[in-house]
């Protein structure tokens, strides 16, 4: 699994950071997802097409 964000799509909803915290955070700035780990492992896999689901902006691709 590989995981790109597009940063300037991101409108720091934080729905990443509830679905797969072990993946996503957020900047204290002004809310912009931050990728922790861009290849996590698979066991994560439905976590993180959760959090890309859930993303308002679809600013999280998910390749399998």
């Known amino acids: 699994m590989k995981i ?4 300037d799509k ?3 909803a934080g729905q990443c ?3 797969a915290a072990e993946v996503f955070d ?4 002004d809310g912009v ?3 922790l780990d861009s ?3 698979q066991e ?6 959760d ?14």
């Not at 994560?44 to 097409?49: K, P």
């Not at 959090?51 to 399998?64: F, G, M, Q, T």
């Open 33 to 35: 997802v931050v990728l």
């Open 26 to 29: 957020q900047r204290d700035e």
């Open 51 to 64: 959090a890309a689901a859930r993303c308002p902006a679809l600013a999280i691709e998910v390749e399998k």
């Open 4 to 7: 790109t964000i597009d940063e």
């Open 17 to 19: 950071v509830l679905a």
């Open 44 to 49: 994560l896999l439905a976590d993180v097409e």
């Open 10 to 12: 991101c409108v720091g």
């Open 39 to 41: 290849a996590p492992p």
